[in-house]
């Protein structure tokens, strides 16, 4: 049976597939499981342990023409879900770096931090936007 983390990480990717559109763009980082050897091989190709599970991306417009984009990572955690310490440190590592970044313990508070960056979403939990 799959833990209540996975099962989050999925339906937040299910959602994201069809709530973000281009110039958005997410990506996921399931580095957790495979035992030892998968997560040495991760780290030998440069894996911070610590990474958030989600990654979006999304452009802003900055002074004159030019562009940038803000990056949000967000952190599945299940109800009873703590960071560990390396998530910790992640979380100050990109915030000093100019990201974003979030926990969230549901598909619900994953749509609220987007919202919070007005990031245009086209499906609201349960409908079409």
């Given at each position: ?7 989050l990480?999925r339906t ?26 998968r997560g ?10 610590g ?6 991306m ?21 109800p009873?879900?703590?960071q ?9 590592a990109?915030?000093?770096a100019?990201?974003f970044?979030?926990?969230?313990r ?14 245009p979403l086209y ?7």
């Amino acid at each position: 049976m799959a833990k209540p983390e996975t099962i989050l990480h999925r339906t937040v990717a299910d959602w994201l597939r069809v709530a973000l559109r281009p110039p958005s763009f997410f990506t996921t980082f399931p580095a957790g499981g495979g035992g030892k050897v998968r997560g040495a091989q991760l780290k030998r190709l440069g894996l911070v342990a610590g990474v958030p599970d989600i990654l979006v991306m999304h452009p802003i417009a900055k002074a004159g023409s030019e562009y940038g984009c803000w990056l949000i990572g967000i952190e599945l955690k299940s109800p009873k879900g703590r960071q560990s310490d390396e998530q910790k440190v992640v979380a100050h590592a990109f915030e000093q770096a100019g990201g974003f970044y979030h926990i969230a313990r549901s598909v619900d508070e994953v749509e609220a931090i987007l919202r919070e960056y007005a990031i245009p979403l086209y499906c609201k939990l349960g409908a079409a936007a």
